[in-house]
């Protein structure tokens, strides 16, 4: 069945260092999403991306999808202490009828 | 306003128990969906929803059961036959437009214990 896989499981930065999550599916996704738990939260959206090679700012986060919509990424530059959190992309393929999330990476960032 | 509410927030179980645990939206969507979450662990699918009167199975449904006789509602019940139920758990629904999925939006969550 379709999965999406999530690395790293976790990140520990210090604050100003950037941070990269990225996001590998095994079918061809006809979109990815993007969500952010804080701690104790539930998942808020982010973005989406549909394009292939799709890339996306929003202020610190760039987004990108890839050229084959198997696989996407995020990236903060300059993390904050706000950006701590757990950061989950989410997929579906064509084939599938239903969302599925990665596993999620959890960003600590220390002051 | 709009969105999804669950509810209890907190909930125990003596174990042999069943549970349901409530999920309403008012949101309009067609779509919704029940997920669990282990700490530290990502979001698994139990159930899912994409019209009234119609639900399939997620990764994880056994010891689980769902119904969808109402647009607005989408309870889970956790049986006595799912062995681990302890977790956290979250019912979303996405604004799905055609085959393409526009964002999930989530309730609160329900944090299940058993004692």
């Known amino acids: 069945g379709q999965q999406v896989m999530q690395i790293p499981q976790y990140q520990h930065v210090q604050e100003g260092e950037d941070f990269t999550t990225y996001c590998n599916s095994s079918?061809?996704?006809?979109?990815i999403q993007w969500y952010k738990q804080r701690p104790g939260g539930h998942p808020v959206f982010l973005i989406q991306?549909?394009?292939?090679?799709e890339v996306k700012k929003q202020k610190r986060l760039t987004f990108q999808f890839g050229e084959a919509k198997k696989n996407s990424s995020l990236h903060i530059t300059a993390t904050q202490t706000t950006d701590v959190g757990t950061y989950f992309c989410?997929?579906?393929?064509?084939?599938?009828?239903?969302?599925?999330f990665g596993a999620g990476t959890r960003l600590a960032v220390h002051p | 306003d709009g969105g999804i509410t669950q509810s209890p927030k907190y909930l125990f179980r003596k174990e042999g128990q069943n549970v349901t645990l409530s999920c309403e939206q008012n949101?309009?969507?067609?779509?919704m969906y029940w997920y669990r979450q282990d700490p530290g662990q990502g979001l698994r699918l139990i159930y899912y929803?994409?019209?009234?009167?119609?639900?399939q199975k997620g990764d994880i449904a056994e010891g689980y059961s769902v119904s969808r006789e109402k647009k607005e509602s989408f309870p889970l019940t956790v049986t006595s036959a799912q062995k681990n139920p302890t977790a956290f758990y979250l019912c979303?629904?996405?604004?799905?437009?055609?085959?393409?999925?526009?964002?999930?939006?989530f309730g609160q969550g329900t944090r299940l214990t058993v004692v």
């Open positions: 991306l549909v394009k292939s090679g």
């Open positions: 079918t061809t996704l006809s979109n």
């Open positions: 979303a629904s996405p604004k799905e437009a055609g085959d393409q999925n526009t964002e999930a939006f």
């Open positions: 949101l309009n969507h067609d779509a």
């Open positions: 989410a997929g579906r393929s064509g084939g599938y009828n239903k969302l599925i």
């Open positions: 929803s994409q019209i009234v009167n119609d639900f």
